[in-house]
């Protein structure tokens, strides 16, 4: 996926993302209000790749085989996690959702290790394709590298990837996707409990394209599935129809809006045709103190 210079990046140094929920454990800016030793052990997880080998549990991978991360109380860190949707659909429009996705993606991530957050990036396609992102300059190289290397394809069933990928508790989770995912409504009052269960606000960024906001063609086509091509549909399109997908498509964002904000989560729709710096410093403005 195409992704953004380092120069764009350093614009969002003022930012700052608000973690209103149960703080992730680490060693990071935000201090808890726990009493007891600065170093005080809390518990274990597994690793993720790009976490700090210095944690390791050495005596437990000789038991299990697997390497777990020890966790400390006192000073603790946001946790910011980041889903992304790379199934095929997300390759469309002039300006593919897929690079919105990846300039997002950066994005939040630079401006949570700022604050020395810890960041996890999560392709739903592929959940074993799992990073933690380090802080710093270090991060943005790691991050532009992974991002340069994920592909869109294929399809994606968001809630049982989630269900299999979410770990830890507490900070704030981003699902990124176009929502193209057929079962996605049906399933959202699930996937809004999942977070809720592990005690995390999620904000759904929901991408579209401009093409697919703003149809401005008529006429005969022929459409092809783009996760799937042996199915199709011809379709001749005038302005009674467009009018007719377009008070389908709003009433399905605001069914997805409402279902969000009434669970205390979030939501905002993003259109390829945005510039970056709108969505960022004003459509999301509520996330940061």
């Given at each position: 996926?195409?992704?953004?210079?380092?120069?764009?990046?350093?614009?969002?140094?003022t930012l700052k993302l608000n973690i209103g929920r149960s703080l992730s454990l680490g060693e990071g800016m935000r201090r808890s209000s726990a009493k007891g030793r600065?170093?005080?052990?809390?518990?274990?997880?597994?690793?993720?790749?790009?976490?700090?080998?210095?944690y390791v549990d050495w005596n437990a991978f000789a038991r299990f085989d697997k390497l777990f991360i020890k966790e400390f109380m006192e000073e603790k860190e946001g946790r910011v996690s980041i889903y992304l949707d790379t199934s095929r659909s997300m390759d469309f429009g002039e300006k593919l959702k897929s690079t919105l996705m990846a300039e997002l993606t950066e994005s939040i991530s630079y401006i949570a290790s700022t604050g020395k957050d810890m960041v996890y990036v999560t392709d739903l396609c592929d959940i074993r394709r799992n990073i933690r992102?380090?802080?710093?300059?270090?991060?943005?190289?790691?991050?532009?590298?992974?991002?340069?290397?994920?592909?869109?394809?294929?399809?994606?069933?968001?809630?049982?990837?989630?269900?299999?990928?979410?770990?830890?508790?507490?900070?704030?989770?981003f699902l990124?996707?176009?929502?193209?995912?057929?079962?996605?409504?049906e399933n959202e009052?699930?996937?809004?409990?999942?977070?809720?269960f592990h005690n995390t606000k999620l904000i759904i960024l929901h991408i579209l394209s401009k093409e697919e906001l703003e149809i401005d063609?008529?006429?005969?086509?022929?459409?092809?599935?783009s996760e799937d091509e042996s199915r199709d549909i011809k379709l001749t399109l005038d302005r009674v129809t467009v009018g007719q997908y377009q008070k389908a498509l709003e009433t399905y964002i605001r069914k997805v809006e409402e279902k969000a904000k009434a669970a205390g989560m979030g939501y905002q729709l993003c259109s390829t045709g945005d510039a970056l710096r709108e969505i960022l410093f004003v459509k999301l403005r509520e996330l940061y103190v």
């Open positions: 996926m195409q992704t953004i210079e380092l120069s764009e990046l350093e614009k969002l140094k600065s170093a005080e052990f809390s518990g274990y997880r597994e690793y993720i790749p790009g976490d700090d080998m210095r992102v380090p802080n710093g300059n270090t991060g943005v190289g790691y991050l532009k590298r992974w991002l340069t290397d994920t592909s869109v394809q294929g399809r994606v069933d968001i809630l049982d990837s989630l269900k299999r990928s979410i770990k830890g508790r507490g900070g704030i989770a990124i996707s176009d929502l193209m995912d057929e079962q996605f409504l009052d699930e996937i809004l409990r999942l977070f809720a063609e008529v006429g005969a086509f022929q459409l092809i599935d």
